[in-house]
């Protein structure tokens, strides 16, 4: 096994950082891997927004319902949807480029490469001995962190990642099995077979937390899961995105 995939395969979100930070060199760095990250068509619609400011940090700690972590890191990177640049490219080419802009295609190109050149940024900063936490938390309320961050029209922040040294290595959550996850040449859609395969995650699953936290939880992952679903969160997203610009055709 080499080092890429030793690194991948030891992947866990880290949620308790040292007082230290990353160095100027660190972060460029990383965001140069994100930037190596594929890009669909070379469009490269996505920005990267560096937090360092500790009131901004703690202002979307709060947005993010308390995460002490979003403020208390190494570095706090949000990953943002960005077309805003692609409207300057229409006037400085004179083309017509509000329709392909505002379609729901691009909406999802940009949305992949954000998410691509994240992972890389992710791989990167562990690879270098560090941990991250993606946070979602912050699309709480994303007009607050549009006017925190100053983002213009068609630029939507998607999420951010807590970067630092590890001050706890928490264990590695198990994953769903592999034949649950991997399907050849179509779509397995036997019932049967993947209501057996999740109750035996949810065996896998429950001991895990019985082990992590000495029997306070045994949750098992549809359990879990299905109460996060049938709790409505974050509703609002749908036309916050299209009042920015983005995802009206």
């Known amino acids: 096994?080499?080092?890429?995939?030793?690194?991948?395969?030891?992947?866990?979100?880290i949620r308790h950082f040292q007082d230290k930070p990353l160095t100027e060199e660190q972060v460029k760095t990383i965001v140069a891997c994100a930037q190596s990250a594929s890009t669909s068509s070379f469009i490269q619609a996505y920005s990267i927004i560096g937090v360092t400011e500790k009131e901004k940090k703690q202002k979307l700690a709060e947005i993010a319902r308390g995460q002490a972590y979003v403020a208390n890191n190494g570095h706090f990177f949000v990953f943002c949807a960005d077309l805003h640049r692609h409207e300057l490219i229409g006037r400085m080419e004179n083309k017509d480029v509000l329709p392909s802009i505002e379609s729901t295609e691009?909406?999802?190109?940009?949305?992949?490469?954000?998410?691509?050149?994240?992972?890389?940024?992710?791989?990167?900063?562990?690879?270098?001995?560090?941990?991250?936490?993606?946070?979602?938390?912050?699309?709480n309320n994303l007009d607050e962190v549009k006017k925190l961050l100053k983002t213009p029209d068609r630029v939507i922040p998607l999420f951010g990642m807590?970067?630092?040294?590890?001050?706890?290595?928490?264990?590695?959550?198990?994953?769903?099995?592999?034949?649950?996850?991997?399907?050849?040449?179509?779509?397995?859609?036997?019932?049967?077979?993947f209501l057996n395969q999740l109750e035996e995650y949810n065996q896998i699953t429950s001991s895990y937390y019985d082990k992590r936290t000495g029997g306070a939880r045994k949750d098992r992952w549809t359990e879990q899961i299905g109460e996060m679903l049938e709790k409505k969160s974050?509703?609002?997203?749908?036309?916050?995105?299209?009042?920015?610009k983005l995802d009206l055709h």
């Open 1 to 13: 096994m080499n080092e890429v995939i030793s690194t991948l395969l030891n992947h866990r979100s």
């Open 106 to 139: 691009k909406f999802m190109a940009a949305l992949i490469d954000a998410a691509l050149a994240a992972q890389n940024a992710a791989i990167a900063a562990e690879s270098m001995g560090l941990g991250i936490c993606y946070i979602g938390g912050i699309r």
């Open 162 to 193: 807590a970067v630092g040294y590890p001050e706890k290595i928490t264990d590695q959550k198990p994953r769903l099995p592999f034949a649950h996850i991997y399907h050849e040449n179509e779509y397995e859609q036997d019932e049967a077979r």
């Open 234 to 244: 974050r509703m609002y997203m749908k036309d916050f995105v299209q009042k920015n």
